[in-house]
């Protein structure tokens, strides 16, 4: 069984559902700017990315660029709609609780979203002691994923060699990050097989939170 010294954590659709609370938002923008874009295709294309990544795809079927004060006005309605809306992924609590105290407290949050996203996200589920300190946003470095600076970010702020760290994310975007910054990538797919997960180097795949402790050797 592998073993690891510190263990780096995706936040949206890993640690919390809000996936497609955040879709369902772009999903009714896009529309209103001019853009006939159904929920699937939406989480199929953005999943996983920051939409300023997708801008000139957003332009183009728009027919309109992709302003800061259309950024603006995305950002504040995901968040009043993730407020009222946002839940933790099914058994999070105990498995960051195993995890934590396994690892004596080496274990970060590293996601692509923008800081003050993800922090509400977590103190809105009752996670963020778990990771106070320990929070890293792919908006705050040189390349937000698929690149790997925001695990790397993490790694290094554990004092861990990322060769060392487990990684669990649940998009291809993620795994490819962690697989670029030499984490072994665990892949949480709780409605497929994952198989797109596998194939962008995610070692394990596993449909069920409660079943990642065991994983990791916890």
Known sequence: MMQFDAVLFD??????DSEPITNGVLCAMLNEAGWAIGAQECMDIFIGKT????????????????????????????????EARLTAIEHIHPTIERVHAHHSGRIACASGADRLKV??????????????????????????????DVYLAAAAALQTPPQRCAVVEDTVT?????VAA?????????????????????????????????????
């Open 11 to 16: 936040c949206d659709g890993v640690l919390v």
């Open 51 to 82: 939409v300023r990544s997708e801008a000139a795809r957003i332009e183009l079927h728009t027919g309109q660029p992709l302003t800061d004060a259309w950024m603006a006005a995305f950002y504040a309605r995901r968040n009043a709609e993730l």
């Open 119 to 148: 922090e509400m996200q977590l103190a809105k589920v009752g996670l963020t002691p778990f990771f106070d300190g320990r929070i890293f946003s792919g908006h705050e470095m040189p390349a937000t994923k698929p690149a790997p």
């Open 174 to 178: 993620g795994v490819t990050a962690g």
């Open 182 to 218: 030499g984490a072994t990538v665990f892949a949480y797919a709780p409605l497929d097989d994952g198989a797109a997960l596998r194939a962008a180097g995610a070692v394990q795949v596993f449909r069920g939170m409660a079943d990642l402790p065991a994983l990791l050797g916890c």
